[in-house]
């Protein structure tokens, strides 16, 4: 019974990768609960750690590799995270999708705002917070990826 909650939890923490949420810990943190209860082996515990940070590590590369593509700086950087942020807490009321929406809406003007606030040329604001937003959407892609992965490995350990 507590190994279907486990993948419950696991299966929803998913689910709010895309808002930002860190959905992949919540995930690690079930598995760690149940190595600790000696259902989960430690080595699936530590193979789901580095999927983790693995994935940590893209997110920043691929956000940073479409930041500079774009003509971002740091302070865009930066803003695009503030922006995410934002957005999501603002995205709340619609549920689910609004909070995504909102996360990537957010990301961009962000973004925007700190590019027009150092540049003072909204062409370039608008073309930074593009490239961010679509960074942002790819890193997602490559989160919710691994936490499918994390997911798969941990509903095997919880069951066997």
Partial sequence: MLAIL??????IALFTIP???????????????GAWQGVVGYMVLGACIVLAIC??????VIIRKFNIQYGGSRLAFWGAIAGGIVGVIVGVPVPIIGSIIAGFVGSF?????ATYYETK????AT???FGIMMGKMWAAVAKVGAGVAILVLGAAALLL
Avoid: H, N, T, Y
């Fill in 19 to 33: 808002l930002g949420v860190p959905g992949l810990w919540i995930m690690v943190g079930v598995l760690g609960i």
């Fill in 121 to 124: 040329k909204l062409d370039s």
């Fill in 127 to 129: 073309r930074v917070g």
């Fill in 109 to 113: 003007a962000g973004a925007a705002a």
């Fill in 55 to 60: 994935a940590e590590l893209i997110e920043w």
């Fill in 6 to 11: 486990g993948i419950a939890v696991m299966a």
